[in-house]
C-alpha cells in the first residue's frame, strides 16, 4: 500500500544549512586567519576556543614553546573573530629548566589587569643547587610581587604581549639572583578566568 502523506518522511540535510566562518586572530598576533568552523546561527560560533602554535603563527621558531588558545567574541558576515583566552608553555620545554639536585618553586596567582580582566598566571622558578627553605620563600614572595606588578600595571592584552615578546623571563631572574643562583623563571600558563561573585 502506498505511504500516506502523513507516513512520509522529509529527510533534512543538516549541513546543508550550515554556514562556514573563518577564525581570525586578534591584532595582538597579526589578525591571521586560523581556522575554519561551521554553524547554522552566528550566535552558536561566539565563545569557541580554537588552538595555535605561536611560532608557527608568526613564523618566529623562538616562539614555538608557547601555544595560544583564542575565543570566538564576535562574528561578523562569515569571519569570526577571536581574543586571546590562554597562553600556555609547552611541556617538554618547561621540563629542561629542570635539573637534578635543584629546587622547583611552582607558583599559581589569580591577578586582577588594569582593565579588570582576573588572570590565572602559574609560573616556575628552578635554582641552579638545593637551597634553605627561607630562601625558597624569599624567591617566592619576590616572583610573587614582581609578578603582581606586571599584571596589575597593564591591560590584559599587554600582559600576553609582555610574555609572548618581551624578556619577562630574565627580568624575573635578575630579581632574585642575588638570593640564589637561578637556572630560570617561566611563565607557564596565562589564562583569563572569571571572578568568582
Excluded at 156 to 180: Q, T
Aim: contains cysteine; proline residues 1%.
Amino acid at each position: 500500500m502506498a505511504a500516506t502523506s502523513k507516513q512520509q518522511r522529509v529527510v533534512v540535510d543538516k549541513w546543508k544549512k550550515k554556514k562556514e566562518y573563518t577564525i581570525m586572530a586578534p591584532k595582538l598576533v597579526g589578525n591571521v586567519e586560523i581556522g575554519h568552523t561551521v554553524s547554522d546561527k552566528d550566535e552558536k560560533v561566539i565563545g569557541r576556543v580554537t588552538k595555535a602554535n605561536l611560532g608557527q603563527l608568526t613564523n618566529q621558531f623562538q616562539k614555538k614553546k608557547y601555544d595560544v588558545y583564542f575565543r570566538v567574541n564576535n562574528v561578523q558576515a562569515s569571519n569570526a573573530y577571536t581574543e586571546m583566552f590562554a597562553l600556555e608553555m609547552k611541556g617538554n620545554f618547561s621540563r629542561r629548566l629542570i635539573g637534578r639536585r635543584c629546587n622547583k618553586l611552582d607558583m599559581v596567582q589569580f591577578l586582577d589587569t588594569k582593565d579588570g580582566q582576573r588572570l590565572k598566571v602559574k609560573s616556575l622558578c628552578v635554582t641552579r643547587r638545593k637551597i634553605e627553605k627561607v630562601k625558597e620563600r624569599d624567591i617566592s614572595r619576590e616572583l610573587r610581587k614582581q609578578i603582581g606588578m606586571i599584571v596589575s600595571k597593564n591591560s590584559s592584552d599587554d600582559v600576553f604581549d609582555l610574555v609572548m615578546n618581551k624578556d619577562v623571563e630574565k627580568d624575573l631572574i635578575s630579581k632574585v639572583k642575588n638570593i640564589a643562583e637561578i637556572r630560570g623563571c617561566a611563565i607557564l600558563l596565562l589564562k583569563k578566568v572569571n571572578k568568582k561573585k
